[in-house]
C-alpha cells in the first residue's frame, strides 16, 4: 500500500519538479504552499484555454505577503520571484527587490515618479518585489510635503 501511495504522489508531484524543490525550502506555512501550487495550476489552465482559443479573464499576478515580523515573508517572496516566470506567470526571468529608496524621492513628486517609473520599465515583463511595501503609505512620522509614497503607488 505504502508503494502505491509513493506512485501516485510521484505521478502527480515528480521528485524533479523544480517548483516543489523550491518549496521544500520552505518550513511549515502549507498555506503558502498551497497558494503557489493553486496559481500554478490556474496558470496552466489558463494556457491550456489559449490553445483552445477560449476567452477567459487572466488570473491577476499579484500578490502580498503579510504576516507578523519574524515569520519569513521575505523569504517566501524571494523564493516565489524565483518561481514565477518558471510558473508562466511572467513572460521575463527578469526579477528586482527594491524597497521605499528605490521608489521614492524626498526631494520632489516629479523624481519620485521618474524613479518608479524607470523601475518599472527595467522589470517590464518580470517580477518586481517591493519590501516593507507599507512604508509606501501616508505616515505622520514623515513630513508630509516631502512623503511622495502615495505617488510612487499609483504610478
Request: glycine share 6%; charged share 25%.
Amino acid at each position: 500500500m505504502a508503494d502505491e501511495l509513493r506512485i501516485i504522489e510521484e505521478a502527480l508531484v515528480p521528485r524533479d519538479d523544480i517548483i516543489e524543490i523550491l518549496l521544500a525550502k520552505i518550513v511549515g506555512l502549507s498555506c503558502v504552499k498551497n497558494q503557489i501550487r493553486g496559481m500554478r495550476r490556474t496558470i496552466e489552465l489558463e494556457q491550456n484555454n489559449d490553445i483552445m482559443n477560449k476567452n477567459i479573464i487572466p488570473f491577476p499576478r499579484h500578490v502580498a505577503i503579510v504576516g507578523n515580523p519574524g515569520v519569513g515573508k521575505t523569504f517566501v517572496a524571494r523564493l516565489w520571484m524565483n518561481m514565477m516566470y518558471k510558473i508562466g506567470a511572467v513572460t521575463s526571468a527578469k526579477s528586482m527587490e527594491v524597497g521605499r529608496d528605490e521608489l521614492v524621492d524626498c526631494k520632489s513628486e516629479i523624481r519620485t515618479i521618474f524613479k518608479t517609473r524607470s523601475v518599472l520599465q527595467s522589470v517590464a515583463g518580470g517580477v518586481l518585489f517591493v519590501d516593507e511595501a507599507y512604508t509606501l503609505l501616508p505616515s505622520s512620522a514623515r513630513f508630509r510635503e516631502r512623503d511622495h509614497g502615495a505617488v510612487a503607488l499609483e504610478n
